[in-house]
């Protein structure tokens, strides 16, 4: 895949993602993880760059949020949904939706949407998400006991190629094997010449070693069980939750025997050593006390001698003293005649001593015997060359269990590792699944209905929110009113102050924005059309200079000319400059915006005089003020069609001709009408 057709991907960053093991697999995932770990990627860039992929796919030309509070909307919608994730890739993973004006990217993520929202978004599963993260390489392994070794200069290049874990030696015959082997506890010989040879020591005649890397280093798969142990039982724990849910639907479908693989992890050690086996752990053991031990079993051997000899009273007679004097004999000959059993039986409780300590089995135990001598000294020492041997022999010994044992569990998780991407992949996306769903479940939404183009009805479909409430209002659900509105082509929306005006702007962009990315929206029923772009306007505070001035009715020259397909929302746009000179402008660019066939609905309380300063016939709706009770405005907050909703000045001098001096708030409410 050429990486810099992809829009915002340029030939530094090509580089970057070319280092990943896989990146056309990443991005075809939209593994906004994965491609962070490309050098000087940051997830945000990943995101972007994940889009961009996205983008190319559906020959989409971006652009849908055309200004900054369309952004601001999107942000706070996805935010919503990043809020109800567990882990940190779903968050990430759902930066890649973005409104799309594509049908065919749309109706993909409403696919996900649809199987998402029927997720049970159970506690016990959101619980097991915590400790999943995507899986990570191994550092290099390093191993040292082994070698292999050839005589051929070319098959030593291919095998420091295939198994860089592990030194190759070259050496000249059976001899240059032999040698090794007292440097190595084991030798794996991988020409097909040495076949036959026997040779002193661990050396192993495997000329097809190459072809199987894993047996010769099952470190090396051992080293990606053992990095990414905790995210894989807390992958199994997921798997498992959603299991108990008992809802078969949602099962994940990851290839991979549970019951395998967390046996497997529980017998791996973090270090990549195999854990739990008794065998291992009796010789692990003895090598690293055996100084020790045979210190105490001297201590022992020495007590009970030091005991014998105080409580024993020797009698020698002249003539034996003198020869003992003139050959030069020295104590231990006077002990080997004197007390030839004591010596014995001390030195056999320290034989004994070392034995059960060290919990020798037999075979050892008949070296461990050699350690001390049967020649009486005082006092008792050990024999440092056969301490040596048996040293010798139980580390051969615990380096050959750990090497089995390696390759058997290597052997057995093989299996599993295929499985284990699939089993956190699956759990990961479940996750985001499951943030939908929940979103989906708080704000109470639907799938929203699309009328696309060349559908009936296209022509006069703009958008049609029934039971919509704002997911930006920061009201609890249940204190926001739900909302009804539906426009197709060019409005104005008047209505009393703090009616809701700005809340059902927010409304219709919210809606518009999470369809056009696949989602659900906040709403029991939502129709609309297929938008090219989503230009809002906020409310700008106070006049604006007149170079700002400037450039905004700059943006409505654009828009009034290339408007079709686009949903023009604006609010206030009077706060710029004087409420006569705003009047005419909105007029201006209602007129151009229906002109084009845009959808637009324009918040203002100047609709009034808008209306009567356009061309043609502007549609206004209100949302209107039901009355005033104890003062305070009741309001209906869906827009009502076709009407001008009263002012809230007007209201209020209603209220007041009620409470007297009549004549004159009457004459000011004609001036009203
Ligand atoms: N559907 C709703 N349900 C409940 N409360 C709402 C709803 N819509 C708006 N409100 C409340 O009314 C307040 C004012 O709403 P909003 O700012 O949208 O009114 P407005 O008509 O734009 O006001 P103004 O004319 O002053 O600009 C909001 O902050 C919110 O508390």
Same mark, same amino acid.
């Given at each position: 895949?050429?990486?810099?057709?992809?829009?915002?991907?340029?030939?530094?960053?090509?580089?970057?993602?070319?280092?990943?093991?896989?990146?056309?697999?990443?991005l075809?995932?939209?593994?906004?993880?994965?491609?962070?770990?490309?050098?000087?990627?940051?997830?945000?860039?990943?995101?972007?760059?994940?889009?961009? +992929?996205?983008?190319?796919?559906?020959?989409?030309?971006?652009?849908?949020?055309?200004?900054?509070?369309?952004?601001?909307?999107?942000?706070?919608?996805?935010?919503?949904?990043?809020?109800?994730?567990?882990?940190?890739?779903?968050?990430?993973?759902?930066?890649?939706?973005?409104?799309?004006?594509?049908?065919?990217?749309?109706?993909?993520?409403?696919?996900?949407s649809?199987?998402?929202?029927?997720?049970?978004?159970?506690?016990?599963?959101?619980?097991?998400?915590?400790?999943?993260?995507?899986?990570?390489?191994?550092?290099?392994?390093?191993?040292?006991?082994?070698? &292999?070794?050839?005589?051929?200069?070319?098959?030593?290049?291919?095998?420091?190629?295939?198994?860089?874990?592990?030194?190759?030696?070259?050496?000249?015959? #059976?001899?240059?094997?032999?040698?090794?082997?007292?440097?190595?506890? !084991?030798?794996?010989?991988?020409?097909?010449?040495?076949?036959?040879?026997?040779?002193?020591?661990?050396?192993?005649?495997?000329?097809?070693? *190459? #072809?199987?890397?894993?047996?010769?280093?099952?470190?090396?798969?051992?080293?990606?069980?053992?990095?990414?142990?905790?995210?894989? =039982?807390?992958?199994?724990?997921?798997?498992?939750a959603?299991?108990?849910?008992?809802? !078969?639907?949602?099962?994940?479908?990851?290839? /991979?025997? &549970?019951?395998?693989?967390?046996?497997? &992890?529980?017998?791996?050690?973090?270090?990549?050593?195999?854990?739990?086996?008794p065998e291992?752990?009796?010789?692990?053991?003895?090598?690293?006390?055996?100084?020790?031990?045979?210190?105490?079993?001297?201590?022992?051997?020495?007590?009970?001698?030091?005991?014998?000899?105080?409580?024993?009273?020797?009698t020698?007679?002249?003539?034996?003293?003198?020869?003992?004097?003139?050959?030069?004999?020295?104590?231990?000959?006077?002990?080997?005649?004197?007390?030839?059993?004591?010596?014995a039986?001390?030195?056999? #409780?320290?034989?004994?001593?070392?034995?059960? +300590?060290?919990?020798?089995?037999?075979?050892?135990?008949?070296?461990?015997?050699?350690?001390?001598?049967?020649?009486?000294?005082?006092?008792?020492?050990?024999d440092?060359?056969?301490?040596?041997?048996?040293?010798?022999?139980? !580390?051969?010994?615990?380096?050959?269990?750990?090497a089995?044992?390696k390759?058997?569990?290597?052997?057995?998780?093989?299996?599993? =590792?295929?499985?284990?991407?699939?089993?956190?992949?699956?759990?990961?996306?479940?996750?985001?699944?499951?943030?939908?769903?929940?979103?989906?479940r708080?704000?109470?939404?639907?799938?929203?209905?699309f009328?696309?183009?060349?559908?009936?009805?296209?022509?006069?479909?703009?958008?049609?929110?029934?039971?919509?409430?704002?997911?930006?209002?920061?009201?609890?659900?249940?204190?926001?009113?739900?909302?009804?509105?539906?426009?197709?082509?060019? !409005?104005? *929306?008047?209505?009393?102050?703090?009616?809701?005006?700005?809340s059902?702007?927010?409304?219709?962009?919210?809606? /518009? /924005?999470?369809?056009?990315?696949?989602?659900?929206?906040?709403?029991?029923?939502?129709?609309?059309?297929?938008?090219?772009?989503?230009?809002?306007?906020?409310?700008?505070?106070?006049?604006?200079?007149?170079?700002?001035?400037?450039?905004?009715?700059?943006?409505?020259?654009?828009?009034?000319?290339?408007?079709?397909?686009?949903? /023009?929302l604006?609010?206030?746009?009077?706060?710029?400059?004087?409420?006569?000179?705003?009047?005419?402008?909105?007029?201006?660019?209602?007129?151009?915006?229906?002109?084009?066939?845009a959808?637009?609905?324009?918040?203002?309380?100047?609709?009034?005089?808008?209306?009567?300063?356009? #061309?043609?016939?502007?549609?206004?709706?209100?949302?209107?003020?039901?009355?005033?009770?104890?003062?305070?405005?009741?309001?209906?907050?869906?827009?009502?069609?076709?009407?001008?909703?009263?002012?809230?000045?007007?209201?209020?001098?209603?209220?007041?001709?009620?409470?007297?001096?009549?004549?004159?708030?009457?004459?000011?409410?004609?001036?009203?009408?």
């Amino acid at each position: 895949m050429d990486l810099e057709s992809i829009p915002g991907v340029g030939a530094k960053t090509a580089r970057a993602l070319d280092e990943l093991d896989d990146p056309e697999q990443a991005l075809e995932n939209g593994d906004v993880a994965a491609l962070a770990r490309a050098p000087g990627v940051t997830v945000g860039r990943a995101a972007r760059i994940a889009r961009g +992929a996205i983008r190319r796919e559906h020959d989409d030309p971006g652009g849908f949020l055309a200004t900054d509070r369309a952004r601001e909307i999107y942000r706070q919608v996805l935010s919503l949904c990043q809020d109800r994730t567990v882990t940190d890739y779903a968050a990430h993973r759902l930066e890649t939706l973005y409104p799309s004006p594509r049908r065919s990217r749309i109706e993909e993520v409403q696919d996900f949407s649809r199987r998402a929202i029927e997720r049970d978004p159970h506690p016990d599963v959101l619980e097991a998400f915590e400790g999943v993260e995507p899986l990570e390489r191994p550092g290099d392994v390093r191993v040292r006991d082994r070698c &292999l070794a050839t005589t051929d200069a070319e098959r030593y290049a291919e095998a420091r190629e295939a198994i860089p874990e592990i030194s190759v030696e070259i050496v000249e015959d #059976a001899q240059g094997l032999a040698e090794l082997a007292r440097g190595y506890s !084991t030798v794996v010989a991988i020409d097909e010449s040495f076949a036959g040879v026997e040779v002193e020591g661990d050396v192993q005649v495997r000329p097809d070693a *190459l #072809a199987d890397p894993a047996d010769v280093v099952p470190e090396r798969p051992l080293a990606f069980f053992a990095r990414n142990r905790e995210r894989l =039982r807390a992958a199994v724990a997921v798997h498992r939750a959603v299991g108990r849910g008992g809802d !078969t639907d949602s099962q994940l479908n990851a290839t /991979v025997d &549970l019951d395998a693989l967390e046996h497997g &992890l529980e017998r791996l050690d973090d270090d990549g050593t195999v854990a739990g086996d008794p065998e291992l752990d009796r010789l692990t053991v003895a090598v690293d006390d055996l100084d020790a031990v045979a210190g105490v079993a001297e201590s022992v051997a020495n007590d009970r001698l030091r005991e014998a000899i105080e409580e024993r009273d020797v009698t020698i007679e002249g003539a034996d003293l003198l020869s003992l004097v003139e050959r030069g004999a020295g104590v231990d000959s006077l002990l080997s005649r004197e007390l030839a059993d004591e010596f014995a039986a001390a030195v056999e #409780a320290a034989r004994k001593h070392l034995i059960d +300590a060290l919990d020798l089995d037999v075979g050892e135990a008949e070296l461990a015997r050699h350690v001390f001598d049967d020649e009486p000294t005082f006092p008792v020492e050990r024999d440092e060359n056969a301490t040596a041997r048996l040293r010798e022999e139980l !580390t051969v010994a615990r380096d050959r269990r750990a090497a089995q044992l390696k390759r058997d569990l290597a052997a057995d998780l093989a299996a599993q =590792r295929e499985g284990a991407h699939d089993l956190v992949r699956s759990a990961l996306e479940l996750d985001v699944e499951l943030a939908v769903a929940r979103f989906a479940r708080d704000f109470e939404c639907t799938m929203p209905e699309f009328v696309w183009d060349g559908d009936d009805g296209d022509e006069e479909t703009g958008f049609a929110i029934e039971g919509g409430r704002s997911p930006v209002l920061e009201e609890p659900l249940e204190e926001i009113e739900p909302v009804d509105y539906a426009v197709s082509g060019t !409005t104005l *929306l008047s209505g009393v102050n703090s009616g809701g005006k700005t809340s059902t702007l927010d409304l219709v962009a919210s809606v /518009v /924005v999470l369809a056009h990315m696949g989602l659900p929206v906040p709403a029991k029923e939502v129709r609309l059309r297929r938008f090219d772009d989503v230009h809002y306007h906020a409310k700008t505070q106070g006049t604006l200079d007149a170079g700002a001035f400037e450039s905004t009715v700059r943006e409505f020259a654009d828009l009034a000319t290339g408007g079709e397909g686009s949903l /023009v929302l604006v609010d206030e746009l009077e706060s710029i400059t004087e409420p006569g000179a705003s009047a005419k402008i909105i007029a201006g660019i209602l007129e151009a915006l229906a002109e084009n066939g845009a959808t637009a609905v324009f918040v203002s309380h100047l609709a009034g005089e808008i209306r009567e300063m356009a #061309a043609i016939d502007v549609a206004v709706d209100g949302i209107e003020a039901v009355g005033l009770v104890d003062g305070e405005l009741e309001v209906n907050r869906s827009p009502v069609k076709d009407h001008l909703a009263r002012s809230t000045p007007e209201l209020i001098v209603e209220k007041l001709a009620q409470e007297g001096n009549a004549a004159f708030y009457d004459r000011l409410l004609e001036k009203f009408e």
